[in-house]
């Protein structure tokens, strides 16, 4: 059974930085792709960035320039360094993990508000 747990989140004033972590557990397939999904509120679920075991790293064109994925394999953890944060940033960001099939998180609240 493969378990993710996030931290980090939290309130957080425009232009401000934030950092998120998720940590996976169980069985994994090593050739996975680990990311970040987001879903603001009223709107679907969408991602913001990915990265595959070897290291490639794909972003969303919101977010890219602004936030950072990184991972660390033989731990099978994941991080997102969010900055310059804007309002439309807000929203439950979930950890994701595809290993032979989706896994997700169960998100943690990102809010951006003066």
């Given amino acids: 059974q493969v378990q993710l747990v996030e931290s980090g989140g939290g309130l957080v004033q425009p232009g401000g930085s934030l950092s998120l972590s998720c940590a996976a557990s169980g069985s994994i397939f090593s050739a996975n792709v680990m990311g ?8 679907e679920r969408e991602v913001v960035a990915t990265i595959a075991h070897n290291g490639r790293t794909n972003y969303a064109d919101s977010v890219k320039g602004r936030f950072t ?3 660390d394999n033989a731990k099978n953890t994941v991080s997102l360094q969010m900055n310059s944060l804007k309002p439309e940033d807000t929203a439950v960001y979930y950890c994701y993990l595809f290993a032979l099939r989706n896994y997700w998180g169960q998100g943690t609240q990102v809010t951006v508000s003066s």
């Avoid at 970040?36 to 709107?43: D, L």
């Fill in 36 to 43: 970040w999904y987001r879903q603001p509120p009223g709107k």
């Fill in 69 to 71: 994925i990184s991972r």
